[in-house]
């Protein structure tokens, strides 16, 4: 039992830098939540330094803390949804090889590009964003013609912005359905 | 007898030990049958100190060459808050010595605090070998969870200087846990509330089948029963003052009869209900006539005097809660450590804010210890029923233009743990790379604590942004840093060398520990 332990932890640590995080947690791509956290305890079990601590130095222990590091790190990063965003699109683009590790520069990208989205959330621009306000109020006071006119206003701005793009086309569909009412009424 | 390993809850006022006996984790008491031993280092002369509850009876009596509440200095800078705050109020001399580091003074000589600590600990060691009549030297010391590096790391010095093999160091709270939970099948969210004599603690849990994953931690390094103690002896100092004009804090001796009789009074109050103060003799007038001082505190002018303490807890309490994404209806179990948490006021707030009767029948006193016992006795062993899976309690950083820094490993992060990070050449022909660590959770290099600067050399040379180094940031399992780097092209391992720091070299353990060897512990044989 121990020899196969021994021999288990050697081919798995010679594999380590091959592997991405869910291969170290033995996941599927899709785990939900719990089954990483289940998947962390299950290989601390398996793995966690202390288990070996009253060893004498050996090959054994030293693949054991290799593997438990990577263990914690692939933790760290699946049960963050942001991190483990970034890391899908990393490790099924074309270069996985060398984004099997998450680094702590990647986690600042994938930290920019949520703050990013959240302030195209709002508008990006000064002017896009005061445009985008007064356009939901125009539309609370029932004006929508005028929450249309500052809605393009803002697009000049931020012709990117997903959000003033989405209002505008909603903003549309209803300004068509009311006309069709409308017509509907008159025939 | 089979080999033993002792668990050491070092605290700031008071420090216990204990060991797995016949798989029964049990508190060793001293000679005298105490079970808890005063953190005081009394020096008696060149090569004798006292150590101990004995100790503490010293402090009025030899107040310049008896040293306390060393915790609260260990792995500190000189210039630090908590530095200046203790030049003011201890009765022992505070310098400064190399590197920023803080030596304390006594007639006869100067000691680094991790020197103060392991004659703490080298009783506790004489406590154990006297218990069981066999030499021990294996140990699991346990520290705050939120003491940072250098403090973990000072404590581990302390642990070698006195002549143990520190197995490991451990958070209080988790050691607290882990005593909680041993030989029983739980699975439970637990809190642990762990008041100390000068540091604050909170650690949340999950507990089952067998393993102890620690979610979060927040603790504050300066608040402690010190601080109620501190409350109590300024309302005394103030009214003495307003009755007679004279202000007792003026004074080293009147301090320390005022620090021991509001430390009393604190017990007293939270025992009965109410406290009579009486220090007789404490001082004389300008004209030589003796006075006394007495008072009586009643419970509810205590409680309102430490409201403003016992509500900074409930802060610490809401953000490790956040961490864990956690409210207090999803705690399944409140466990109370630390002496300070007998008060009534403390129990009844825990209770009103967790909505939650803390556990019963842990001894705040004792949990610690029996903690790390069972830990330092499962490291003894190949695979342990039990697994601590413990965090990082700050976040580490390193230093980046003016000023600022760049997070390499979040707070409350799993550990073991180790996260790289590249580094290239800014100059044709670059010799040395040089990184500041920090740990904190500020953007700001001065809202957070240095480690170290580390230096790198030894890679190739080459123009600029050619030569590439990766460095590697890991975390062991006792929370201390631990940074080294390759040569990403060669795969060489660069030499590294680490400056600015507090802590003690290699060299300056081995003579402390010399010196340690070479100084008879009072009332022990040699």
Not at chain 2, 278 to 307: H, R
Request: aromatic content about 6%.
């Amino acid at each position: 039992m121990e020899i196969e332990f021994a021999n288990e932890a050697e081919t798995l640590a010679q594999l380590l830098d091959q592997l991405d995080y869910f291969q170290v947690l033995k996941l599927e791509l899709n785990a939900t939540p719990p089954q990483i956290k289940e998947a962390f305890h299950r290989e601390s079990r398996a793995y966690h330094p202390d288990r070996y601590n009253a060893l004498p130095d050996s090959p054994l222990k030293a693949n054991v803390n290799r593997i438990y590091k990577r263990v914690t790190e692939a933790y760290v990063i699946l049960r963050d949804d942001l991190s483990r965003k970034k890391y899908l699109e990393d490790i099924n683009g074309p270069d996985r090889a060398s984004k099997l590790r998450f680094t702590p520069a990647d986690e600042q990208e994938a930290r920019e590009k949520r703050k990013k989205a959240q302030a195209e959330q709002i508008g990006t621009t000064v002017k896009g964003r005061q445009l985008y306000q007064q356009a939901l109020k125009d539309l609370e006071q029932e004006k929508p013609e005028a929450a249309m006119r500052n809605l393009k206003m803002a697009q000049t701005f931020e012709p990117a912005n997903q959000l003033f793009k989405d209002k505008l086309a909603e903003l549309d569909a209803a300004a068509r359905a009311a006309a069709k009412t409308k017509g509907h009424g008159q025939t | 007898m089979a080999e033993l390993a002792m668990g050491i809850d070092l605290g700031t006022s008071y420090s216990a030990v204990a060991l797995v006996i016949d798989g029964k984790p049990t508190v060793i008491p001293n000679e005298w049958g105490e079970r808890t031993q005063a953190s005081v280092v009394c020096f008696l002369g060149p090569s004798e100190v006292l150590v101990g509850n004995a100790a503490k009876r010293n402090i009025i009596t030899h107040a310049e060459n008896t040293v306390y509440s060393a915790k609260r200095l260990i792995g500190r800078y000189f210039f630090s808050e908590e530095v200046k705050k203790a030049q003011g109020v201890m009765p022992y001399r505070i310098v400064e010595g190399g590197n920023n580091a803080v030596r304390i003074e006594v007639p006869n000589g100067q000691y680094s605090l991790p020197e103060i600590s392991a004659f703490v600990l080298r009783e506790m060691k004489a406590v154990v070998e006297a218990y069981v009549g066999q030499p021990v030297i294996k140990a699991v010391i346990t520290v705050p969870a939120y003491f940072n590096d250098n403090q973990r790391q000072a404590t581990k010095d302390a642990g070698r200087i006195a002549g143990l093999d520190v197995l490991r160091i451990v958070n209080e709270p988790t050691a607290a846990a882990l005593a909680y939970g041993f030989g029983r099948d739980l699975k439970q969210k637990v809190v642990i509330y762990d008041l100390g004599g000068g540091t604050f603690d909170v650690s949340i849990l999950e507990i089952g089948d067998g393993v102890f994953e620690v979610l979060s931690t927040a603790g504050d390094t300066y608040l402690g029963g010190d601080d109620f103690d501190d409350r109590i002896m300024t309302w005394l100092a103030d009214g003495f003052q307003q009755r007679t004009g004279l202000d007792l804090r003026q004074n080293r001796y009147c301090l320390q009869m005022l620090k021991e009789g509001a430390e009393n009074a604190k017990i007293e109050v939270g025992r009965n209900g109410i406290a009579a103060i009486n220090l007789p003799a404490i001082c004389q007038d300008p004209d030589g006539k003796v006075l006394d001082l007495t008072e009586s505190l009643d419970i509810d002018k205590f409680n309102g005097m430490v409201m403003d303490l016992v509500q900074r807890t409930f802060k610490v309490c809401d953000e490790a809660l956040q961490s864990a994404r956690m409210t207090p209806h999803d705690i399944d179990a409140v466990i109370l450590v630390g002496g300070p948490t007998r008060l009534p006021i403390i129990r009844t707030s825990v209770q009103h804010y967790f909505q939650k009767e803390p556990v019963m029948g842990i001894d705040p006193d004792e949990v610690v210890s029996l903690g790390a016992a069972i830990q330092a006795d499962a490291l003894l062993q190949v695979g342990s029923r039990n697994t601590l899976l413990d965090v990082t309690p700050l976040t580490l950083r390193i230093g980046t233009v003016s000023g600022y820094t760049e997070k390499i490993i979040d707070k409350n992060t799993p550990i073991p743990i180790e996260r790289g990070k590249a580094f290239t050449t800014s100059r044709d022909g670059q010799e040395r790379v040089k990184i500041r660590v920090y740990q904190g959770e500020d953007n700001r290099a001065e809202g957070c604590e240095l480690l170290g600067e580390f230096e790198f050399s030894g890679f190739r040379i080459g123009l600029r942004g050619e030569v590439k180094i990766e460095v590697t940031f890991e975390i062991d399992s006792n929370g201390i840093v631990n940074v080294s780097a390759t040569d990403t092209e060669t795969g060489q391992k660069t030499s590294t060398t680490l400056s600015l720091s507090s802590g003690l070299s290699e060299a300056d353990i081995q003579a402390a520990a010399a010196r340690n060897q070479a100084t008879q512990l009072a009332g022990r044989a040699a």
